[in-house]
Each structure stands twice: as C-alpha cells, then as structure tokens.
C-alpha cells in the first residue's frame, strides 16, 4: 500500500524536523529526563510499606477522611503483595509526570483559547486532532524522536491526555458569569488580577475536572506506552497478552484499575475542596 | 428509624476532629507566613495616584453652587459594526426600531446628557431595553461609549488611557451589581475587601477597613461566612459593603435591590436611605420599579428607547409627566400610596440624646437657632421632645439629664402614614413631625415647608 502525498509531507516534515531540529528534541528529552528520573529513584529507593504510609498520611490530608485513606493504603498493599510493585511504581512515574507536563502546558493554552476569539478556534481544531488520532500513530514519530523507552511513551501520552485539561479550562474560563468579569473591571483590577483573582478560582471545579480526566487518560495509554519500552506495568501486560497468560494479565490490569481508583479518589477530593 | 451506619459514623467523626486540628495548625502559622509575604510582596505602584490624575482638574458647579459630580453630554453607544452609520440615521430622525431592522446595529444609547450633583441619589428608571443599564455601564466605561463625554468631577473620564481608568476606578467609584457579583470562593470579609485589595492595601488595613463597612451594612459577626451560607438581602449587604469599603466618590447600583423579594427589597431601601444620610455619597441608581425610583431618588431620569424622556424630581414628574409615556408609567402609581410620611421625610438635622445633659442640649439649640428639637436614645428610638424654656431652666437647677424635660406624649406618624393625616396633624402643632417604624425608631421628620409642597401636589385631583 503506497502513502498518498498527505502521508509523505507528514513523512517529510518529521524528517526535516529530525533533521534540522535534533539538538530542540534533544533537549526536550533532557529536560523530561529531569523529573523523570528524580521522581522515578524516589519512587524505586523508598521501601514500600513507607511509601504505602507517606500515601496514606498524604490521602489523610487530602480528603481529611479515614476510611477512603485506609483502602487506597489496602489497595496498595495488594499491588505489592500481588508483586507487581517496581512494575506499578514505573507506571505511577509516568503517569505522574505525564500529567504534570499536560496541565503544565494544557492550561495557559486553554486560557488563551478563552480570551482569544482567533487561537480558540485552532486550538480546537488541534485538541481534536490530538484527541481522536489512533494513539499508535504518535508513537511512530515519537520513536523516531526519542529512540525507545519511557521518554516517547510519556510524550505520546502527554499528546494523549492534555486535551480535556485545554477543552475544560477554556469552558471553565468561559463560564464565568460576565457580572463576575464586571466585578473585577468595576473595581480596577488588572488583566492579571482579573484572571488570578476571579476567573481562574471561579473556574476551578471545571479545571479540577480536566485535571482528572487527564490522569484516566494517562493510565489509559500505560499499555501503549510499553509497546515501544515504557515498561511498568504495561510491560507486564503485553508480555501476559503475547503469552495469552490470564492470570499475569488480570493482575496486572487489576493493579492499573487500583492506581487509577485512588488517583482518581484524590483529585476529586480536591475538586470538592475548593 | 434507620441504624446509622458504624464506619460512617466514625469516618465522619475523624473527619471533624481533623478538620478542627488542622484549622487550629494553620491559624498559628497563617500569621508569621502572611507576615512574611506582607513584606516581601512586590510593590508594583508605577502608575500615577488619583490625586495627580485629578490635579489639574475642578469640579464644574450648577446655578446654584452645588457641584456636579457626574456630567454625561451627549452620550451615545452604537452595538454593531458600523456605528457612524446609525448614528448618520439617528441625526436624519430615523427611529431606534428602523435602524435595528435596517441595518445590523442596534441603538443603546442616542444623544443623552445630563448632570448629577455631589451627594444625590440620582435613580434611571425605564423599562428593559430602556438602555437604563447601557447607560450606567457607560459612565464607568465597562461598555465603551460610541460617541460622547462623561466628566468625573470636571475630570474627563472617556478619554482616560486603561492605566488611568483603572486607578480612577479603584479609588473614585465602585459598583453594585444585580446578582451581587460576590466572589464564592473568598469568604465576606475578603469579598469586602477585595476593592481595597486592588487598592494595593497591606493586608492588615485591607482586613481592618473591611470590618468597618460590614459593621456600617449590619453583618457583623458574618465575616467569615462564605456567600453561599447567605441569603439574598444579606448577599446584596455585602455587596454594599464591598463598594463602601474603599470610600469612593461615586456608586454606581444596577438593579440593585431588583432580585430580592419585596420585604426585603423595602429593608434595603431604608437601609441604603440611612447609610446615604451618614455618608453622602454619589449615587447613581438603575431601577426598573417607580415605587424604588420615587422612594430613593432625589431626581430621577426617565429612559425610552435609549434617550431621557424627562428628569425631575418625583414631585415632579408625578405632577408634570412630560409626555404619554410618562404619564402611563406614572399612572401605575397610587398616588394615595405614593404620597406618605416615608417619602416626604428628610433625616433631621439636629437631634439630642437623652443621655446628653442640659448643657450640651441648650449649646446644640442655640446654635442651630431651634427652640424644640426631638430627643433619641442611643439605639435611635424616640423619646419625645424638649423645648430651649424647660432645657433652660434645668441647667438653671443644675439638673444631670434631659430625661426629666422631655415630652414624651407627642404626635409621631409611621413611614405609610398618608401626607393627608400628617397635614392634619401638622395643623394643630407647631413643629415637624417625626417619623417612626413600628419599634419607634426614628427614620425621620416632616417639616411644614415640605408638607405644604404635598398640598400643590394632592391639589391636582
């Protein structure tokens, strides 16, 4: 099957950016590599019933209950007693930096999707892109960019996940009440202030929302992900889905299904926080 | 009855308990940390302050020495594309209703100006689409006029750079919206504050000027409420609050009082009526309800299809209706009910306490060249009334208070009382006639000279 034009400028403009941009990819993977890296030794070095304490300690604080702490800690506990947990700590890395990335990015874009009547409507049309193209077709190009590993699998899982963190902060931002607006020119504020003190705070539950949208999203791309090395426990279930091991593949899946849960349960809290 | 379920019920305790230890953790460390980002906070204050902004400006006086706060000259806001197009058709005489079907824009605002004088409530009333709204949103600039001035105290506000707007705004005027626009993630005292905050106020001040104005709209104790705990009339004294809070000039209400029910509606109405009488603001007042419009205003503009149909005080525009749609709007009223006690009172402008002594009371009496005055005690209730003879001879007899002197068995009419019966009973008395509410507190008085206006008015019909 021959590519028609469409598929060779796409081909064409990846090798030109490889091309005349590698030192601009290069650094990009550099700087992933960062916090990567850092949260990935903290992740592997910390010994697991004093992560599993510090999480508890953490969900304690964050949802200032006690029972949901107690079962994220069980939860936790069976992923280890499962022996799934170096597999499970690579993914919670991945997951958690990817995220990190995406709202990073995700929200100043979708801030400017709501103050610019001419970004809002490219910006759109990208997210759409990036939302509903085959997630397989990113980790081509990702492959070429950044070889094999967990660095590609996180940035096609940043493409993956930062869409609804754009769509719902722009929606978010566009929801607030133009009285809300009007209060804050009313009495003097500044574009800044505008957006620091009024827009964003009134938006929050709408971010909140993106935010966790963007974590489901990532665990849903670990799999993925390990296709081109990402390991975790992705690894463990395409190496379960090439054995046709379904004890291996339902523990595994069972130990995504379980971080998903709690991280979800998390942000939630803070969404009912605010 | 249904057995409560054991895990809940100790989740739910765990979770009080926390959420008290950690509100006492940060009330110990809030302090030192706000402390710290106090003094290390940026100060970003380029800009130029509202004084030098205002230098070289005065404020234009009417006739008759009042200064005009406000001068609107022929404003106009064109919504569309091609706005010199419509105002092309307006000057030729076409009609609002022909440009909005004929072309593309429509008419907000066409050819208004008038002045509003320091200390007045100045109310514009009409109906939706009036351009009532339109026009208030013009005097601040949150809508951009098409055409025209508006002078802030001889200062012309419509060629302000933002810079300069915003100071302008942050220190000369403020708002209060229909839906009172509160912030409902920052609790009362912060929402009142917020005003200040864009003042570039220490956090301290921010904090300590806000209480004041939530004492001066009667929410003490709410300060750290959140808006949602509120009800409508408290949510709209917030409001209020956050506009008094920075001590502006100029305050602008749209609709105010407009999404409360009418019970409360009323106690707003008196409540806006006492802190006017303490502070004497500016008041420019969007309202769509003539018995509000006659109640607050002092003048009243009366708006159709984007221009003023007629301004006059409410006597006046009672007695005079410019035209025939005045003369409608103005026929809803019931005049009977229109014409009383509550609306023809002014505060008084001497009172005594009974707690002051005699001495205090004849130097007020003298001074003022009044040979009665009404008495009150501290929480505004009256207590009757002295004449200067009997004040005179107890300071003669060396006696401690007023509370001896005083006439209490005096005629005194509520806020509804018909100007008809007040006129009756003004007949066999000699000096004005208090006006109480049901716990007789004093809202004010009905001088003679006011009450003979009603006579030229009730004369009519």
Redesign the interface.
């Given at each position: 099957m021959m590519a028609s034009p469409i598929g060779r400028f796409a081909e064409d403009l990846v090798d030109v950016i490889e091309q005349y941009f590698g030192w601009l990819l290069t650094l990009f993977k550099d700087i992933l590599s960062i916090p990567l890296e850092a949260l990935g030794d903290l992740l592997s070095y910390l010994d697991p019933m004093l992560f599993i304490a510090i999480l508890v300690g953490i969900s304690?604080?964050l949802t200032?209950?006690?029972?949901l702490p107690l079962l994220i800690g069980a939860a936790f506990y069976l992923i280890y007693w499962m022996g799934y947990w170096n597999s499970a700590m690579v993914t919670l890395n991945m997951v958690l930096v990817a995220t990190l990335v995406a709202v990073l990015i995700a929200v100043p874009l979708g801030i400017w999707a709501a103050r610019s009547e001419t970004a809002n409507p490219v910006i759109k049309a990208l997210m759409d892109f990036m939302q509903t193209m085959p997630a397989f077709v990113y980790l081509i190009p990702a492959v070429i960019f950044f070889g094999l590993g967990v660095v590609p699998g996180v940035v096609a899982t940043v493409i993956f996940a930062m869409p609804p963190v754009v769509r719902l902060t722009n929606l978010g931002i566009r929801q607030v009440?133009v009285?809300?607006n009007?209060?804050a020119?009313?009495?003097?504020?500044?574009g800044w202030?505008k957006l620091t003190?009024?827009q964003i705070?009134?938006a929050?539950p709408s971010i909140m929302a993106g935010i966790n949208q963007c974590i489901m999203l990532s665990l849903s791309m670990v799999v993925i992900a390990a296709m081109i090395g990402g390991g975790g426990l992705g690894g463990d279930i395409v190496y379960a889905l090439s054995r046709v091991d379904v004890a291996l593949g339902f523990e595994a899946g069972l130990a995504v299904v379980l971080i998903a849960m709690t991280l979800d349960r998390l942000t939630q809290s803070f969404k009912n926080d605010? | 009855m249904m057995r409560k379920r054991p895990v809940k019920a100790v989740d739910d305790m765990f979770h009080d308990r926390l959420v008290a230890g950690m509100d006492k953790i940060k009330a110990r460390v809030r302090g030192p940390v706000k402390r710290f980002t106090e003094e290390h906070r940026p100060r970003s204050h380029g800009g130029r302050t509202s004084e030098e902004i205002f230098e070289e400006v005065e404020c234009p006086m009417d006739g008759e020495g009042n200064q005009i706060m406000i001068r609107v000259s022929s404003l106009s806001k064109i919504f569309g594309k091609h706005p010199e197009e419509a105002i092309k058709m307006l000057e030729q005489g076409h009609t609002k209703a022909e440009i909005q079907n004929g072309t593309p824009n429509s008419v907000g605002l066409y050819d208004v100006s008038f002045d509003v004088m320091k200390g007045e409530i100045f109310v514009l009333m009409g109906l939706s689409g009036s351009g009532k709204s339109t026009l208030e949103r013009c005097m601040n600039r949150l809508i951009e006029p098409t055409s025209g001035e508006v002078l802030i105290g001889g200062l012309d506000f419509t060629s302000l750079d933002e810079e300069d707007l915003r100071i302008v705004r942050r220190e000369k005027m403020s708002m209060v919206f229909q839906n009172f626009g509160l912030l409902p993630h920052r609790d009362i005292k912060n929402n009142v504050a917020y005003g200040l905050e864009m003042q570039g106020l220490p956090e301290a001040e921010r904090l300590e000027r806000s209480k004041t104005a939530i004492d001066l709209v009667g929410l003490s104790g709410y300060e750290n409420s959140m808006p949602s705990d509120l009800s409508g009339g408290m949510k709209q004294r917030v409001g209020l609050a956050r506009a008094l809070a920075t001590d502006p000039d100029i305050l602008f209400m749209d609709e105010a009082f407009s999404a409360l029910d009418p019970l409360i509606r009323n106690d707003m109405q008196d409540e806006l009526i006492k802190i006017q009488s303490e502070l004497g603001k500016t008041i420019v007042f969007v309202t769509h309800d003539l018995d509000e419009a006659l109640k607050l205003g002092d003048r009243i503009a009366l708006m159709k299809d984007g221009r003023i149909v007629q301004i006059g005080r409410a006597e006046e525009i009672l007695q005079n209706p410019a035209d025939e749609y005045v003369s409608r709007f103005v026929r809803e009223v019931d005049r009977t009910k229109i014409l009383t006690a509550g609306l023809f009172m002014r505060r008084p402008r001497h009172l005594l306490y009974v707690t002051q002594g005699p001495r205090t009371a004849l130097k007020i009496m003298e001074e003022s060249d009044r040979n009665n005055m009404l008495v009150i005690d501290r929480r505004n209730h009256l207590v009757g009334m002295v004449e200067s003879d009997d004040v005179l001879r107890a300071v003669q007899s060396r006696s401690e208070s007023l509370s001896d002197i005083v006439i209490r068995d005096m005629p005194a009419v509520g806020p509804e009382t018909p100007m008809s019966e007040v006129i009756q009973i003004m007949v066999t008395t000699y000096f004005p006639i208090p006006v109480v509410d049901e716990n007789r507190v004093l809202l004010g008085v009905v001088s003679p000279s006011v009450a003979a206006e009603t006579l030229s008015i009730g004369g009519d019909e």
């Open positions: 304690v604080l200032r209950r006690l029972v009440p009285e809300m009007e209060v020119d009313a009495f003097g504020s500044t202030q003190k009024v705070p009134i929050m605010t | -």
